[in-house]
């Protein structure tokens, strides 16, 4: 009788190193389905960003202060270049390929009509005097000069927010910008962290 018990109990035992191993298994081939999933995920959502940022957006620094008071030296922010049209306001990149790549504001596009009036330095687009209220002192003249010009097709009148130093359009080094230099609208600014956040 003895006999028949110990082959019972080691008949169970064996039946429940069996089950815990089973069960180990199963544990162990969840979490590894589990595991790989995550990776999958991580990989694909990896891929998905960087494809964007191949086709659809672009990070540029700020070299300089000529766009303060809204941009400043060294500060980070991400463009938007796919199917971007400039419209007036927008803060573009434009690279000119034998300089560096300039960080401005667009005032006027193809078509508009725009002046600098010489004795306030206020704009005037369309014969109407614009409210910029973004702008560090006075937008001076420089060779662009006072009289009204007419912005070719295809073309921007682009000025930088901190007026007095910007060398933009009104620079003759510069001039109208061919919007096929325009690399895209900055939209968001990461760097510094503390002013993360979308751009106006």
Known sequence: ???IKSKFAKGLIEQAKADNNTKTKTEISKMSSAIYEWVEAAIYSLICVVLAFIFIFRIVGVDGDSMVPTLYDKERLVLLTFLYQPQHGDIIVINRYTQD????????VGGDRIAILPDTGEVVLNGVILNENYTQGKTVL??????TKEVPKGYLVVMGDNREISKDS??????????KDVVGKA?????PSRKLGFLN
């Open 142 to 147: 420089r060779e662009f000069g006072s009289e």
């Open 1 to 3: 009788m003895s006999s």
């Open 187 to 191: 939209i968001f600014r990461f760097y």
């Open 101 to 108: 790549p300039l960080v401005k504001r667009v005032i006027a």
């Open 170 to 179: 009104r620079s003759a080094e510069v001039g109208f910008i061919n919007i």
